[in-house]
């Protein structure tokens, strides 16, 4: 990966370590993920020992550490949406993915109303809208 870009980022930063979530959001729109080479970088230039950076980089599911596809599928888990099979619709679309997205389960969506709700890059819908979406990737 091309580092300079991380290092243009840190500078923004001043070396503040309460900057680092927003550092994580710079990044993740950068590289699409967080790469460990950045990490790194981000653990020596803020003074935070690594193991907090990969522990908030991990607390939050905002943040991938490893590279997505283009797109992003995410099946709400939370409680509405698992009593609507959520489960059964995600397992639909693990058979579907052919590498055009990734997919997720997912905490709460905050789309109840349309349980079980499917986030297709950062859209939210339920199931058939969602299929629908994902055929037009």
Do not use: M
Not at 71 to 93: M, W
Not at 110 to 131: F, K, L
Request: a neutral charge.
């Amino acid at each position: 990966i091309d580092l300079s870009k991380v290092d243009a980022i840190l500078s923004a930063h001043q070396k503040n370590p309460e900057e680092l979530l927003s550092v994580f959001h710079e990044l993740q729109r950068e590289y699409g993920h967080l790469p460990k080479a950045a990490l790194d970088k981000v653990s020596a230039y803020l003074a935070l020992p690594l193991s907090r950076v990969y522990r908030v980089a991990t607390s939050y599911q905002a943040f991938c550490l490893a590279p997505q596809a283009k797109h992003r599928v995410k099946v709400c888990n939370g409680l509405a949406c698992f009593l609507q099979h959520s489960d059964t619709v995600y397992e639909e679309l693990e058979r579907l993915s052919d590498g055009r997205f990734s997919l997720e389960k997912t905490r709460c969506l905050g789309c109840c109303g349309v349980a079980p709700a499917i986030a297709v890059d950062d859209e939210c819908g339920d199931s058939a809208w969602a299929r629908e979406k994902i055929a037009k990737l």
